[in-house]
T-cell receptor, first 113, second 115 residues
Framework: KQEVTQIPAALSVPEGENLVLNCSFT??????LQWFRQDPGKGLTSLLL?????REQTSGRLNASLDKSSGRSTLYIAASQPGDSATYLC????????????FGTGTSLTVIP | DGGITQSPKYLFRKEGQNVTLSCEQN?????MYWYRQDPGQGLRLIYY???????QKGDIAEGYSVSREKKESFPLTVTSAQKNPTAFYLC??????????????FGEGSRLTVL
């Protein structure tokens, strides 16, 4: 069974700092990996989707990379802002026909003004 | 604007009562999902549906039921058989054909509290 791990569980950084969030998965035969943001008491907002054939995806200050062979993905946030404070989750899907998404437990990010 | 609407946002239930959580999407997505989120745990799949009038159990389906009578709607009923129903429930959907078929979209969630 696919297991998805996000370490650390919580992270605090000063405003303006660049930071990296980690996502590890045990089965490298993934179809895609998706990063989400969740604000307290809210649903998940999709940030970036990386297909298995891709190495990275970028959206604004966010850059997500994927290394299937090592079972890792990173989410890089440049020039962090207090508004980036949220929980960040990653999820992997194993096949094109699969409906099972495996979620990590998330990293809670606090950006200190 | 297109999106997924969940209602109600907050729901209180007495023990022994069934409750139904609504999920409606206007994204023309084929597949819809229900997840449960508990503190310190990853999202767990309750049920999913790829097509009208068809749905499959997820990892924690016991005590829950669903229907998919319309493509846009996927309501979840939490029955009295669910032993620990207090949780945050999330509905999601995605396309099954065309571009970006992998991307999963979520609603704002419904928080159920059993009194």
């Amino acid at each position: 069974k696919q297991e998805v791990t996000q370490i650390p569980a919580a992270l605090s950084v000063p405003e303006g700092e660049n930071l990296v969030l980690n996502c590890s998965f045990t089965d490298s035969a993934i179809y895609n990996l998706q990063w989400f943001r969740q604000d307290p008491g809210k649903g998940l907002t999709s940030l970036l989707l990386i297909q298995s054939s891709q190495r990275e995806q970028t959206s604004g200050r966010l850059n997500a990379s994927l290394d299937k062979s090592s079972g890792r993905s990173t989410l890089y946030i440049a020039a962090s802002q207090p508004g980036d404070s949220a929980t960040y989750l990653c999820a992997v899907r194993l096949s094109n026909t699969g409906n099972q998404f495996y979620f990590g437990t998330g990293t809670s990010l606090t950006v200190i003004p | 604007d297109g999106g997924i609407t969940q209602s109600p946002k907050y729901l209180f239930r007495k023990e022994g009562q069934n409750v139904t959580l609504s999920c409606e999407q206007n994204l023309n997505h084929d597949a819809m999902y229900w997840y449960r989120q508990d503190p310190g745990q990853g999202l767990r799949l309750i049920y999913y549906s790829q097509i009208v009038n068809d749905f499959q159990k997820g990892d924690i389906a016991e005590g829950y039921s669903v229907s998919r009578e319309k493509k846009e709607s996927f309501p979840l009923t939490v029955t009295s058989a669910q032993k620990n129903p207090t949780a945050f429930y999330l509905c999601a959907s995605r396309k099954l054909a065309g571009g970006n078929t992998g991307e999963l979209f979520f609603g704002e969630g419904s928080r159920l509290t059993v009194l």
